[in-house]
Structures are given as C-alpha cells and as structure tokens.
C-alpha cells in the first residue's frame, strides 16, 4: 500500500522560504512520478510541481506551474524515499493546503499537461497547510 505524508508546512511572510517533505512509503522512487499540487479554499487543486523519478529515459524531468516557475525547486533523496518542494519568494498567493501524490509506474516522461494532471495520480498523502502573510 503507497503512503505518502507530507511535512514541512507553516506560516511565513511573503518574500520568505518553506521546504516541503514527501515521505513515501510502498512506492519505490524508481517506479516513475511524484507530483506535488495544492488547493486554496474556494478554489480547484492545481499542479504544482511533478518530477520523474525513476530509471528511464526522461528521470529527472521537471514541469512546474508556471504560477511557481523560477521560485519552486522539486527534489528527490531516494535514499530517503523523500521528494522536496524547496518554496522561495513566496507569495500570498501561494497560501493553500499542499499535497504530493504518486502516480503508477510510468515508462519514460510525459508532457507538462500530463505530468500537472491531478488524474495521473492514484495515491494521496493528507496535505500540510502553507500560509504566506503580507
């Protein structure tokens, strides 16, 4: 059974820094995706960040949303079985329930509309909640 949790959460001032942790269990990293996605209330989730981890040609291909591009890094440890979202200059819109997941065992990289696709995905972690204050 996969397992994600998610850690590394908070409140923090615009401008400043969180780094999100994806501990995942049942799943091996080389088996292929891990995104990370979030949801502000009254709004729909939305993809964040995915990243290819496995063995094949394309592991190691990111796509981020282009709300995040340039100030969003996603990482893996696989010795940790933990994948990352280093968060910097954040923003106030950037306050939301945040989210990784793990889709099935993939075979190369996927596009950027695949990889952001909360449909790709079959397992969940709970969230952990990000507040950026003005």
């Known amino acids: 059974q996969v397992q994600l949790v998610e850690s590394g959460g908070g409140s923090v001032q615009a401008g400043g820094s969180l780094r999100l942790s994806c501990a995942v269990s049942?799943?091996?990293?080389?088996?292929?995706?891990i995104g990370w996605f979030r949801q502000a209330p009254g709004k729909e989730r939305e993809g964040v960040a995915g990243l290819y981890t496995g063995r094949f040609g394309g592991a190691g291909t990111t796509y981020y949303a282009d709300a995040v591009e340039g100030r969003f890094t996603i990482s893996q440890d696989n010795a940790k079985n933990t994948v990352y979202l280093q968060m910097n200059s954040l923003e106030v819109e950037d306050t939301a329930m945040y989210y990784c997941?793990?889709?099935?065992?993939?075979?190369?990289?996927?596009?950027?509309?695949?990889?952001?696709?909360?449909?790709?995905?079959?397992?969940w972690g709970q969230g952990t909640q990000v507040t950026v204050s003005s």
């Open positions: 049942g799943y091996k990293l080389d088996w292929g995706l």
């Open positions: 997941a793990a889709a099935g065992t993939q075979l190369g990289a996927g596009t950027r509309g695949y990889t952001l696709r909360s449909g790709t995905y079959k397992s």
